[in-house]
């Protein structure tokens, strides 16, 4: 097998300004929607990220530990951009961190069981060719 995307849930009533943020602040291009669900690619990348339409109620305890990561010489800066771009759509949403060079954003009623998360480069500086 070789490994295609990741789903996540977003909450139905935020879904549509939730994709339009991932392709107005992040560059990402739709590539398939059904009803029910959408998927995105950010250019560049090789994996596909999937949204569900979700219209529960309950948010994962842990959702902190469920990240769509991103790399950034500036992660805090890059995040409050797109909470400001969230807030300004009347969407609550909160910066945090997990260190000093890994933050990640929160919109507790759109995202049901993720966080967006963002770091700097050399935290990404692993695997075969590192």
């Not at 590539?31 to 669900?37: F, P, S, V």
Request: hydrophobic share 45%.
């Amino acid at each position: 097998m070789q490994f295609n995307h990741v789903a996540n849930r977003l909450d139905l009533r935020h879904f549509e300004t939730c994709v339009e943020m991932f392709k107005v602040k992040l560059g990402f291009v739709e590539l398939r929607r059904t009803e029910r669900a959408i998927w995105l690619r950010q250019p560049g990348a090789n994996v596909d990220l999937q949204f569900s339409r979700s219209d529960t109620i309950h948010r994962d305890a842990d959702k902190l530990r469920s990240q769509v990561s991103f790399l950034s010489e500036t992660p805090e800066a890059a995040l409050e951009e797109i909470a400001d771009w969230l807030r300004a759509r009347g969407m609550e949403a909160s910066i945090g961190r997990y260190s000093d060079k890994e933050f990640f954003l929160d919109a507790p009623a759109a995202f049901v069981d993720f966080v967006i998360e963002a770091m700097t480069p050399d935290l990404a500086a692993y695997g075969p060719e590192a």
